[in-house]
């Protein structure tokens, strides 16, 4: 048995397969997924497990080189938006409708759903590479 790093097997698969460019999005529990994505649902309540600690872990494992996120996530979700832009300031971040988020996802290799229950809790994370 695994005893450190993600011990969530489908969560650890998607990151090891991931190359430089490929994509995953941590999602709230409200985002609609189309069939064709792998989706690894970690909800278990509302607000449980957070978007914040879902990311957190995932950035603490992947090189990631550009976060996106909904441009209507300022205005409506502020405290989402503050704690994302002062905790990963050193990672470029991007912002599109979310409409255009939701179109974008259709190459995403994976969606992590989570209990979040907030207005545009949706984090795109483009994998970047170590070397």
């Given at each position: 048995m695994?005893?450190?790093?993600?011990?969530?097997?489908?969560?650890?698969?998607?990151?090891?397969?991931?190359?430089?460019?490929?994509?995953?999005?941590?999602?709230?529990?409200?985002?609609?997924?189309?069939?064709?994505?792998?989706?690894?649902?970690?909800?278990?309540?509302?607000?449980?497990?957070?978007?914040?600690d879902v990311v957190r872990l995932i950035i603490k494992h992947m090189e990631v080189e550009k976060i996106t996120i909904a441009s209507e996530i300022k205005l409506q979700n502020t405290s989402l938006h503050h704690e994302i832009t002062s905790t990963y300031g050193n990672i470029p971040l991007d912002y599109v409708f979310h409409e255009e988020f939701k179109k974008a996802m259709s190459d995403t290799k994976a969606v992590i759903r989570t209990g979040e229950a907030t207005p545009f809790a949706n984090v795109m994370l483009r994998s970047g590479v170590i070397f």
């Open positions: 695994k005893k450190t790093g993600i011990l969530n097997r489908d969560i650890a698969t998607v990151l090891s397969q991931l190359g430089h460019t490929d994509t995953i999005v941590v999602a709230d529990c409200g985002l609609p997924i189309p069939q064709h994505i792998k989706c690894i649902d970690l909800s278990i309540n509302l607000g449980t497990p957070s978007l914040v």
